[in-house]
């Protein structure tokens, strides 16, 4: 799976398929990640200990929240529960929201430039609401970047295996023409397992790689 050539599924005997959709993940790909910031926030704003707040994250909440089983006043009131009953809502999206760190500008742009290279460039992510509506106000992920999937609005979660196939309904793809570019290695061999291409993404450098020779594998098509 390092290896990151968009090419068919190993062991089919057939050539390589032209990628036509590419699906970004957002956390640790697109934007940084900063678990303990989230947790320092909470410790601080609330006043509690850190087995509290991280009963709070390990506890059914968060998942329930990231595949649209419950809605921000939902998550709100039972999440009063871990922390006494002393939280306000202000204060509890505002910790939540200190997973995001910031943008990884150079991915941002390898995203556009496959876009403009005439691939299809979207975003499949596990996030919730409120991570969403911050990333898209503050980190602004481009309107050129679409069709996005998130997995509040899907009732899924990746790596499960019926998500992907939802996707490739979705797209009007064959599995085979989709490539995921995800840090996760469990995303991408249930993708993978589904036909889907995979890169696992490891660096700024890398991805660029993968990128510059995509554009190139296109514009090779465009010239044939």
């Known amino acids: 799976m390092a290896n990151c050539t968009p090419a068919s599924n190993e062991g089919t005997g057939s050539t390589t398929v032209p990628v036509k959709q590419v699906l970004f993940d957002l956390g640790g790909v697109l934007v940084t990640l900063d678990p303990q910031q989230r947790v320092d926030c909470f410790l601080e704003i609330c006043g509690i200990g850190v087995d509290q707040v991280n009963a709070f994250l390990d506890s059914d909440l968060p998942p329930r929240f990231s595949t649209g089983k419950l809605d921000g006043e939902e998550f709100y009131r039972e999440a009063k529960i871990f922390f006494n009953g002393d939280l306000r809502k202000s204060d509890l999206r505002n910790c939540w929201n200190r997973l995001i760190a910031d943008a990884i500008p150079a991915n941002l742009e390898a995203a556009r430039r496959l876009s403009h290279a005439d691939y299809q460039v979207g975003l499949l ?9 911050y990333i898209s106000s503050h980190i602004l992920i481009s309107d050129e970047l679409q069709p996005v999937f998130t997995s509040f609005e899907l009732g899924l979660e990746k790596p499960e295996r019926r998500l992907f196939r939802i996707v490739s309904e979705a797209l009007a793809c064959l599995p085979d023409e989709i490539l995921l570019i995800d840090d996760s290695r469990q995303n991408l061999e249930t993708a993978r397992s589904c036909g889907w291409q995979v890169c696992q993404y490891e660096s700024v450098p890398q991805l660029h790689s993968l990128v510059a020779g995509m ?5 090779k098509y465009d010239v044939n």
């Open 215 to 219: 554009i190139a594998q296109q514009q």
């Open 125 to 133: 992510s596990n996030t919730d609401p409120w991570h969403w509506e």
